[in-house]
Nanobody
Framework: QVQLVESGGGLVQAGDSLRLSCAAS????????MGWFRQAPGKEREFVAV???????????YYADSVQGRFTISRDNAKNTAYLRMNSLKPEDTAVYYC???????????????????WGQGTQVTVSS
């Protein structure tokens, strides 16, 4: 069982930056691919970014087109924490942001389809114009 707790959300102005954190419980954090997702009012939850599990020689990272070049996903396995650095925020980035974990084969593929093993409770990000 993995528990995920997001933090770092808030109210910012357009053009500002935020860094979200996702703290995970358990000893196997490095074996999970981690993803960030968001859900705006009246919309479905959507994929934002994903980073592969650690252990391989290559780290795989993918972003939604809408955040490519502005957001950066990272992880610190020593701290059992995943991060989402968000720069040049826009009003359309306003949403509840969730982190999620997926283990096993094809974890990145599943996460990009918003299919995860574990979800956090979410943190609100509001960007004013």
């Amino acid at each position: 069982q993995v528990q995920l707790v997001e933090s770092g959300g808030g109210l910012v102005q357009a053009g500002d930056s935020l860094r979200l954190s996702c703290a995970a419980s358990g000893r196997t954090f490095s074996s999970y691919a981690m993803g960030w997702f968001r859900q705006a009012p009246g919309k479905e939850r959507e994929f934002v970014a994903v980073i592969s599990a650690s252990g391989g020689s290559t780290v795989y990272i993918y972003y939604a087109d809408s955040v490519q070049g502005r957001f950066t996903i990272s992880r610190d396995n020593a701290k059992n924490t995943a991060y989402l650095r968000m720069n040049s925020l826009k009003p359309e980035d306003t949403a509840v942001y969730y982190c999620a974990a997926r283990g096993g084969l094809a974890a990145i593929t599943f996460l990009k389809r918003t299919e995860a093993d574990y979800w956090g409770q979410g943190t609100q990000v509001t960007v004013s114009s």
